[in-house]
């Protein structure tokens, strides 16, 4: 959602760091990294609290915003 530097999305951004992080171990973590962190929860937070679409959800942009963030509605436990 929203474009950033090159055209590409402000979540598929952050999408790559939330995977650089993953794959830090939790004792290894930055500050920023923490910060970032808890950026995307809240965005996620918000995100499932307005409600996907009726119908279409697999398709939806609704869900592409959310993966794109590291959350798939659509997958338990995600």
């Known amino acids: 959602v929203g474009d950033g530097e090159g055209g590409e999305s402000t979540g ?3 999408g790559r760091r939330i995977v650089e ?3 830090t171990n939790k004792g290894e973590l930055t500050d ?3 910060d970032h ?3 995307v929860v809240g965005y996620i937070k918000r995100h ?3 409600g996907g679409p009726d119908d279409g959800v697999e398709n939806s942009n609704w869900r592409y ?4 963030w590291g959350h798939d ?4 436990d995600s």
Do not use: E, G, V, Y
């Not at 915003?65 to 794109?68: A, G, H, V």
């Not at 509605?73 to 338990?76: A, D, M, Q």
């Open 12 to 14: 598929h951004k952050s």
């Open 37 to 39: 962190m808890a950026t």
């Open 21 to 23: 992080i993953k794959r």
């Open 73 to 76: 509605p659509l997958k338990k």
């Open 48 to 50: 499932l609290a307005q």
């Open 32 to 34: 920023d990294q923490w």
């Open 65 to 68: 915003s959310l993966m794109n």
